[in-house]
């Protein structure tokens, strides 16, 4: 039985890979989700660094580079890991292991048979695998897609006849694009997407509104046939507006901000002028 594309806390499923090998396993919890995974004896899991919940003692866990990563040093130098962690059941006996979402997030089983054996997928999508899956890295040769930002132009390939287990923020809608069927998406909140839908990049204003940052100005114009996964809350949206709320206190909060503000760029005008007049002394 295949996976299903999206499941409700609690519910258990089992996957049969096409060798007929059965995995069952079950996603728990509302928003920051945790995916548990059962093991037979040799059985193992590929996840990503750091996503490890719990497992039971028979499980061994070993982290591994990834020699597939075709764009290991943009990942690197973006701040991605360019390693994986393997979970492999070296009991007799079934083992489990609990794999957690990073942030408030979803988890999404995808079958890849279903998606005809390939998806992209933006950044740090992608959770952890079962039975065949390759995790490469590809860089968007089109310069016209290349964003000021990692999300821009690295993305993840998820290859293979496996499970996949991907992450969304927020809440997550699948969208199937029929034949030529058009659809605009904001970049950021694109989860993954088969290989068969075609990308083109839509800048929503002078080119200068981008590069200096800022919400919505980059669109996404996909086009069928294929499926897309589309997230409500992308990580990093949630991380700027909590940084704006921690760093950037308003009036309320703060009645001195703004006059701090003043106080010190006037000093730092006074230095300055101090500065030009002895030096043309």
């Given at each position: 039985?295949?996976?299903p ?49 719990y497992?039971?003692g028979?499980i ?10 075709e ?31 990073p942030s ?5 089983p995808?079958?890849?048979?279903m ?10 999508a ?34 293979g ?63 069928g ?13 949630l ?8 760093t ?34």
């Amino acid at each position: 039985m295949a996976a299903p594309f999206f499941s409700t806390p609690f519910q258990p499923f089992v996957y049969q890979s096409p060798q007929e090998a059965v995995t069952p396993f079950q996603i728990l919890g509302g928003e920051a989700q945790i995916v548990q995974i059962m093991l037979k004896p040799q059985e193992k899991v590929i996840a990503r660094p750091g996503s490890m919940c719990y497992m039971s003692g028979s499980i061994e866990m070993e982290n591994v580079f990834a020699p597939e990563i075709e764009a290991g040093v943009w990942q690197w130098l973006f701040g991605k890991s360019v390693s994986s962690i393997v979970l492999s059941n070296v009991g007799s006996s079934d083992g489990f292991v609990g794999i957690a979402a990073p942030s408030l997030a979803r988890i999404l089983p995808i079958d890849l048979a279903m998606l005809g054996g390939e998806m992209l997928c933006q950044p740090d999508a992608f959770l952890c695998s079962i039975s065949d899956v390759k995790v490469s890295n590809t860089v968007d040769q089109r310069v016209r897609n290349a964003i000021v930002s990692a999300e821009g132009f690295l993305r993840q390939k998820i290859s293979g006849q496996g499970l996949a287990f991907v992450v969304g923020g927020g809440t997550v809608v699948q969208k199937n694009l029929e034949v030529g069927e058009v659809l605009a998406v904001d970049m950021s909140s694109i989860v993954a997407l088969s290989a068969t839908v075609n990308v083109q990049v839509k800048y929503n204003g002078p080119i200068r509104r981008v590069v200096f940052g800022g919400d919505n100005l980059v669109t996404g114009v996909l086009k069928g046939p294929g499926i897309v996964f589309i997230q409500s809350m992308p990580f990093h949206r949630l991380s700027q507006r909590i940084a704006r709320a921690v760093t950037s206190p308003n009036m309320r909060d703060n009645p001195k901000f703004f006059i701090q503000i003043a106080i010190f760029l006037f000093l730092a005008y006074a230095v300055i002028v101090s500065s030009l007049i002895l030096t043309d002394l």
